[in-house]
């Protein structure tokens, strides 16, 4: 046998390449386990998250029976001749219904700019608002920017009793709800009809719910002789109806109009 330097060096080199050969098959090995670790939990969570979906959509009130009209009116006392001479509000009740045709367009234009300014164009869910106050959210630690559409927020407020969940979970739930009856709704109604409910459902403020009541509060006239500006007051009521209240807080009103 050959005991030189040289055919030692030879036989070391081909042991260590051997072992580093063995320690590389080890390496793969152990990553396409952990790869394949990987791909069955993806799997598994996304099955689960399909099962949570399926259920919650499941639970949710049946789309083709909720009720979004607006309900709640004040009510009128009229004497023998007809004259009105009490008028009864009562809590949640002090609304008094108009159709879209005499609400002004700059009316129905200021509510969809601060509220859902895609309304036209969407299904029910705004992807992009969605995805926006998300980055928003993750960015800057403040998940409290909204990206509810108007067809989202007549659901909140008309099946889900305006959403005043105490728990996460509960709010979660509604919040998926909410969004599957919203493109549910918008398959089956027109948008028109769902802007009529929307501007006689919101609180604005002082006891007042829609737009015409609000703006015999607040301008002692119909919702259809508002100006543009007197449209910014009412509609910048919508985000805080106690914070922006024109006759408690007529600064911050200004700033939001």
Not at 124 to 148: E, K, L, M, P, Y
Not at 179 to 190: C, R
């Amino acid at each position: 046998m050959d005991f030189s330097k040289r055919e030692i060096k030879k036989r070391k080199n081909r042991i260590k390449s051997k072992r580093i050969r063995i320690s590389h098959k080890m390496l793969m090995g152990i990553y396409q386990l952990a790869f394949l670790a990987v791909i069955i939990l993806v799997c598994t969570g996304i099955m689960g998250s399909v099962g949570l979906l399926q259920g919650l959509f499941d639970t949710a009130p049946d789309a083709g029976t909720v009720n979004v009209v607006p309900s709640g009116y004040a009510t009128r006392i009229y004497d023998a001749d007809g004259k009105r001479i009490q008028t009864l509000v009562g809590e949640n009740a002090n609304r008094e219904y108009v159709t879209l045709d005499k609400i002004p367009k700059h009316v129905q234009d200021a509510f969809i700019a601060i509220e859902d300014e895609r309304f036209w164009t969407h299904h029910g869910i705004d992807v992009q608002g969605v995805f926006r106050a998300a980055v928003t959210g993750f960015r800057d630690n403040d998940f409290s920017q909204g990206a509810s559409t108007i067809t989202q927020q007549l659901l909140k407020n008309q099946v889900f009793e305006g959403g005043n969940e105490v728990e996460l979970a509960d709010k979660v739930k509604r919040k998926i709800q909410e969004q599957y009856l919203a493109v549910e709704l918008e398959h089956q109604m027109p948008k028109e009809e769902i802007l009529e409910y929307y501007l006689n459902t919101i609180n604005l403020g002082q006891n007042t719910l829609g737009v015409q009541a609000a703006s015999k509060r607040y301008f002692g006239k119909k919702a259809d002789k508002l100006t543009i500006s007197e449209a910014a007051v009412i509609a910048g009521i919508t985000q805080n109806p106690s914070g922006y209240n024109p006759i408690v807080y007529p600064e911050r009103n200004r700033k939001k109009r």
